[in-house]
């Protein structure tokens, strides 16, 4: 079994940049293909970066060249870098296999882009 924490959320200026945190529990981080998703108010939940556990990089075109996801098996995390913040980026962010498993969302962490 494992769980997922994120955190790093915050409100932001447009142009500003987070970093998100994600630190999973248990000892199987390390052979997980992981990904970073998020869910504005009233769409869908979308996969906005995805790293294997190899470490290889995947993103939508969409946030490619503002998102970088990386990990970190030796500390269990994963990490969103998000540059040159939108308000179109404002939502909640929440890490979990990919592809997903319904028993992995965690709580999320925040994301608010304004002025």
């Known amino acids: 079994q494992v769980q997922f924490v994120e955190s790093g959320g915050g409100l932001v200026h447009p142009g500003g940049s987070l970093r998100l945190s994600c630190l999973a529990s248990?000892?199987?981080?390390?052979?997980?293909?992981m990904g970073w998703y998020r869910q504005a108010p009233g769409k869908q939940r979308e996969l906005v970066a995805a790293i294997t556990h190899f470490g290889n990089t995947n993103y939508p075109d969409s946030v490619k060249g503002r998102f970088t996801i990386s990990r970190d098996n030796a500390k269990n995390t994963a990490y969103l870098q998000i540059n040159a913040l939108k308000p179109e980026d404002t939502a909640v962010y929440y890490c979990?296999?990919?592809?997903?498993?319904?028993?992995?969302w965690g709580q999320g962490t925040q994301v608010t882009v304004s002025s």
């Open positions: 248990g000892s199987i981080f390390s052979i997980l293909n």
């Open positions: 979990n296999t990919n592809p997903s498993s319904e028993r992995y």
